[in-house]
């Protein structure tokens, strides 16, 4: 039994050669800004489509390649210990480069393929407040007037700029942990019980402060300008040994650890996305 949990960044020799499976981009890949304008028009599926292929195209920044660690650590009531690091994206999905970017909003179907493609999975709950709690720049949330424009790309964008400029008031590295900007697509239990639907948390204010409770009311490939993709690798550390993040939700403490949601729909959609993906690449 887990009773008490907090969170830390842990030592950088966690994740130091934990990278995801991303290509490296093709010669002259598109930035952000022109990104941007190619997508203009698009919303939706339409849009993700565009998104997806730059992202499997490794058309990214670099510092989204490189992992931070984040460590959850609980004790049981046997008072033997327990700690997990987590080897997780620096910042939300974006195409383009480091100098030229735009963070990405995509439908969960789109955010799955990705995931997978990449060697990695969603967030859960539990993990998306620790990164907050464990991040090295933390930007307050800045919401836009709710309006049928929310899904579109010019949204984005001018959320996107907002983002831009709180962050050149900061003093941080291009590579720091960063988090409280962007609600978290996220694993949980409840997509179980409503398939066809998106999870979403976050945007937080201060820590176990966030804007979006769990919230499961949009459809699976709804997606506006205050969400974000953050990936976690597949590969995590419990006490120091490597696991399988999947195989790991098995260890009820390690369940429990997060939140005690997440492990199901995670066990669910590795299934169905090894299915896709074998079948998409055969060996």
């Not at 290509?23 to 028009?41: K, L, N, Q, T, Y």
């Not at 920044?61 to 460590?71: C, D, G, I, N, S």
């Not at 997990?84 to 735009?102: E, I, P, Q, W």
């Not at 937080?204 to 690798?233: C, E, F, K, M």
């Amino acid at each position: 039994m887990i009773v008490s949990v907090h969170a830390q960044a842990a030592p950088s020799e966690a994740c130091h050669n934990a990278e995801l499976r991303i290509p490296r981009p093709a010669p002259g890949s598109i930035g952000g800004r022109e990104f941007a304008r190619h997508v203009g028009d698009l919303e939706g599926s339409a849009r993700d489509a565009e998104v997806r292929r730059e992202l499997l195209a490794g058309n990214l920044p670099e510092h989204l390649r490189h992992l931070a660690p984040v460590t959850l650590e609980a004790r049981g009531r046997d008072g033997a210990p327990l700690a997990v690091t987590f080897c997780v994206m620096r910042d939300y999905l974006a195409v383009g480069s480091d100098s030229d970017s735009l963070i990405v909003p995509m439908g969960l179907p789109t955010a799955l393929v990705v995931a997978a493609e990449f060697d990695s999975v969603l967030p859960t709950r539990r993990l998306v407040d620790a990164i907050y709690e464990a991040a090295d720049l933390k930007l307050a949330p800045q919401p836009l007037p709710a309006s049928e424009e929310m899904r579109s790309t010019s949204y984005l964008v001018r959320h996107d700029t907002l983002i831009a400029e709180q962050r050149a008031l900061r003093v941080a590295p291009e590579d720091a942990l960063t988090a409280g900007h962007k609600k978290d697509l996220v694993l949980s239990d409840r997509l179980l019980s409503i398939p066809g639907r998106v999870a979403i948390y976050g945007w937080h204010w201060a820590a176990h402060h966030p804007i979006q409770p769990l919230s499961t009311v949009h459809g699976a490939q709804y997606a506006d300008y205050s969400h974000g993709v953050r990936l976690v690798s597949r590969i995590i550390y419990v006490n120091g040994a490597a696991r399988e993040f999947i195989d790991a939700l098995r260890d009820p403490a390690v369940t429990l650890l997060l939140g005690g949601d997440g492990a199901r729909i995670g066990r669910k959609l590795q299934g169905d996305l090894v299915s896709v993906l074998q079948q998409r690449n055969p060996r």
